[in-house]
């Protein structure tokens, strides 16, 4: 536990120091110094931390900050002419106090290049990004991704369905794989992903192979894969109901939807000659339907079942189950459908 709260420090030192930075987002682009400086080179042996992206006439930056020598980095994705598409300038500034009052503005003193390589590759697609080394505890896990960022899920299990999510959650901080194998966090912790401690838990995907095995798993019921034909089920049904073709279309619908197992159909049309005027929607289990998409609110691991969420509310407005037939976790009950009386929701 401990572990992990130091990670969040460092992740909270780390957006402060962002938000500060943001002050002045476009004092680097504005300056052709950075152009006039071009073939300049000075030797600097410290650490990168990222800050964030920025942009400037069309052109893209990873800001990074030098503690040492207390200055900001410009790595520019979409370089001005005569500059490489990698170079990495340190930039200073100094404030300015306009003549005409107001307050003070920064302008840039210096910009040069330097031979020091950033911690985060921004050269990795987003579709190529994943979790190179996955900590966990028992107050949530960390991801260091291959791009070189950190991310943090506080009170996050490490299923598959966390760390995918937590590819596209803003980078906290960043990391450098050091030749012993162990990995500098930020510039100055050193995390030890080889050490097993108790309490304090390391998954390691050195291969592409060995993540899509972990993010893939045909039994974890976290990931969007698995939840994909049980959201499609029921937002596709609220929108079949909004179009307002009638009883007869809607249950057509239902019948011949791909997303749900046969059983789940048969059972559906019991109780259609069972109860020929239902009093409420057996797909929903209610008389009202929500606006808007139905969200997971939990599920069990156990027995499959699933409980949703509407967007305006916490509290599960839908039950459901789910069957892993041929790869594929379909919806085998949903609201009365195939759902006992005592899995119910009772309103």
């Given at each position: ?102 307050g003070a503005v920064n302008e840039m003193k210096s910009c040069e290049a330097l031979n020091l390589p950033p911690f985060v590759n921004p050269d990795i697609k987003p579709a190529d990004r994943r979790i190179s080394y996955l900590f966990f ?120 939807n791909t997303n749900v197992t046969d059983s789940f159909k048969y059972q559906y049309r019991q109780l259609l000659v069972r109860t020929p005027q239902l009093e409420a929607d057996p797909i929903l289990d209610a008389q009202d339907y929500p ?39 379909l919806v085998d009950g949903c609201g009365t459908v195939n759902v006992p009386a005592e899995k119910r929701l009772h309103r």
């Amino acid at each position: 536990m401990k572990r992990l709260h130091r990670h969040l420090l460092y992740f909270l030192i780390l957006s402060l120091a962002a938000c500060q930075d943001q002050k002045s987002p476009g004092a680097a682009g504005s300056n052709d110094s950075v152009t006039a400086r071009k073939a300049t080179t000075a030797p600097v042996s410290d650490t990168l931390q990222y800050i964030g992206t920025g942009q400037h006439n069309n052109r893209s930056s990873h800001s990074f900050i030098n503690r040492k020598l207390d200055t900001i980095i410009i790595r520019w994705g979409n370089p001005y002419p005569g500059l490489g598409p990698k170079a990495v300038f340190r930039c200073t500034w100094v404030g300015i106090q306009p003549a005409s009052g107001g307050g003070a503005v920064n302008e840039m003193k210096s910009c040069e290049a330097l031979n020091l390589p950033p911690f985060v590759n921004p050269d990795i697609k987003p579709a190529d990004r994943r979790i190179s080394y996955l900590f966990f505890a028992n107050g949530g896990t960390i991801g260091y991704l291959n791009d070189g960022t950190v991310v943090g899920c506080p009170r996050c299990e490490p299923s598959a369905g966390n760390a995918e999510k937590m590819l596209s959650d803003l980078a906290m901080g960043t990391y450098q794989v050091l030749k012993d194998g162990s990995l500098l966090v930020n510039g100055e912790q050193i995390e030890r992903p080889e050490i097993k401690e108790e309490g304090n838990e390391w998954m390691i995907f050195d291969t592409k192979e060995k993540w899509d095995a972990f993010i893939h798993d045909i039994d974890d019921l976290s990931t969007a894969r698995n939840q994909q034909y049980l959201l499609q089920f029921v937002n596709g049904y609220l929108r079949q109901l909004n179009r307002n073709k009638g009883l007869e279309a809607d249950r057509s619908w239902v019948l011949s939807n791909t997303n749900v197992t046969d059983s789940f159909k048969y059972q559906y049309r019991q109780l259609l000659v069972r109860t020929p005027q239902l009093e409420a929607d057996p797909i929903l289990d209610a008389q009202d339907y929500p606006d808007g998409q139905l969200t997971i609110h939990s599920y069990s691991e156990e027995d499959h079942y699933f409980w949703l969420k509407a967007q305006d509310s916490d509290d599960p407005v839908l039950v459901a189950r789910l069957k892993l037939e041929q790869g594929k976790w379909l919806v085998d009950g949903c609201g009365t459908v195939n759902v006992p009386a005592e899995k119910r929701l009772h309103r």
